[in-house]
């Protein structure tokens, strides 16, 4: 959108506030807005911002990193196509931002330049990335300094609709008005969780969309006197919110997906199995851009479909990639990959450039995923002898050996580059040394309204 229109679209609908938003290491989104007169001029220069909010954890502890100390600025410099009047605060308006050096080149710590940049070496190779995040979430409310699910709900239950219908229909409505496609709605296994998904848009827009799905959620359900938690195990006891990422290649045109062969026990294409080879090649690494969080580990276990073992396998819930079945009419179309261990406390530019990267890697080495890691079973169903026999391993167990695997995995951090590279393992390693050293009660507080 050019940017005398966005300043007038502004202007017309009375908005106040126009925030620039970004997502930091921490998986935090954080921002800044300009009064509408400024607009204009911001659009252009930006809005300044201290290198040093990279190094910051999601504690707002400032770490010490080279290049990111109390000098030096950035400038949030924002995608006037993610410009929208925010349905829930019509007085204010958000734009998403890439960190932009003063010298006008994009910096190395920018998470959505990262994504961007996967992009194009996947289009360079002749691939347009399609994604969807699937995002489950819970409705809570404050009981004195307690949050507690808003209900005791079933799974898909119609009573847990129905419970929780006005704030899902005000959810949906906010959605739309911003330009995201709603595909489905149900009350999901935990009491007070649900699932809303958005359909399937290019890379750089499906991350973009999760940023304003999470913004949207929270919102509105604190309109409606509830708190919305994205965090990856709220509750101990009930069941993990994952944000299982969907993907597929397209040719240029987005015309053909790239995925799919009718000639295959599987529907998959050789693309696709290499892109199954690389992103099982880079999994524990992987693990640790999309299960970022001491939370997510809690989340990640085995019998809960959140996906604990190194597999693949067709409509497998307990797998790590699972090839979601063909729907009747729709078989190109609807042909993708889902991969489970991800979730919410995941900065989505840098979880989806860290897949692409995965998978592009598995095109360029020709990796073909190892046929016994494919299993239509739950691997906890597998004696130890035979997943050892079939190389399925464990997925991470704690942040920790996340952070080891990926500080290993030169391929990811490569991808990265070191100035993003070096910064987030340092945020990780600072959760690491905090959480680890204090109890469930400690952690659960300072991650349930976080993201
Ligand atoms: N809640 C599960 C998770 O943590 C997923 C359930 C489902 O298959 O939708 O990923
Ligand atoms: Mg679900």
Known sequence: MDHAEVVRQAEEAGVQLVTFLYCDNGGIIRGKATHVSGLERRLDSGIGLTLAMQAMTDM????VVEGMGPVGEVRLIPDTDTFTILPYAPKRALVLADLITVSRRPWEACPRTFLKRMIAKAESMGLTIQAAMEPEWYLARKEGDE???CDTSLDNSSIGAALAQDVVDDVVAALEAQGLRVEQYYPELGHGQHEL??????ALRAADNHVVYRETVR???WRHGMYATLAPKPFPEQAGSGLHVHFSAWDENGKSNLFFDPDDEQNLSALAYRFIGGVMEHMPGLVALTCPSMNSYRRLSPGSWSTAFTCYGPDNREAALRIPSLFWGSEMASTNLEFRPSDSSANPYIALG??????????ERNLMPRKEQGIDVDPVRLTREELESRGIRRLPESLMDAVRALEADTTLTGAMGPVLANSYLAIRRADWDLFSGRDTEFEIRNHFYKY
């Open 60 to 63: 707002d502890e400032l770490l």
């Open 354 to 363: 860290g897949l692409i990267a995965a998978g592009l890697d598995g095109v």
């Open 147 to 149: 949050f507690v699910p």
């Open 219 to 221: 919102n509105v359900a």
């Open 197 to 202: 998904s958005i359909g399937h848009a290019e």
